[in-house]
Nanobody, 123 residues
């Protein structure tokens, strides 16, 4: 599966952005999907995950209550709605696909990656 992330940009603290990830291929619903982010000089970190059918959601503690992951298996899309953004959320955001079924959150668990989209939150 090929992934294409979009929707990043520059936003003031407290603002909102919605990231989108378009997936190619007929087997999109066979993958759990995740969002990760990587800030300059830091390791890539887990942000959110959604199960194949969308019934199970997982979030990093740092984004709980502010970010929402969702998916549309008809359109082959996964989304990350980001509210109450903080400067600490500044990073390149990546979508990723995982064949596994459990709530996996490690970078190495994911099989396919998009190219990333830059999110910058100004104070």
């Amino acid at each position: 599966v090929q992934l294409q992330a979009s929707g990043g940009g520059l936003v003031q603290a407290g603002g909102s952005l919605r990231l989108s990830c378009a997936a190619s291929g007929r087997t999109f619903s066979s993958y759990a999907m995740g969002w990760f982010r990587q800030a300059p000089g830091k390791e890539r970190e887990f942000v959110a995950r959604i199960s194949r059918a969308g019934g199970s959601l997982y979030y990093a503690d740092s984004v709980k209550g502010r970010f929402t992951i969702s998916r549309d298996n008809v359109k082959n899309m996964v989304y990350l709605q980001m509210n109450s953004l903080k400067p600490a959320d500044t990073a390149v955001y990546y979508c990723a696909a995982d064949r596994g079924q459990s709530g996996r959150v490690r970078v190495s668990d994911y099989d396919y990656w998009g190219q990333g989209t830059q999110v910058t939150v100004s104070s």
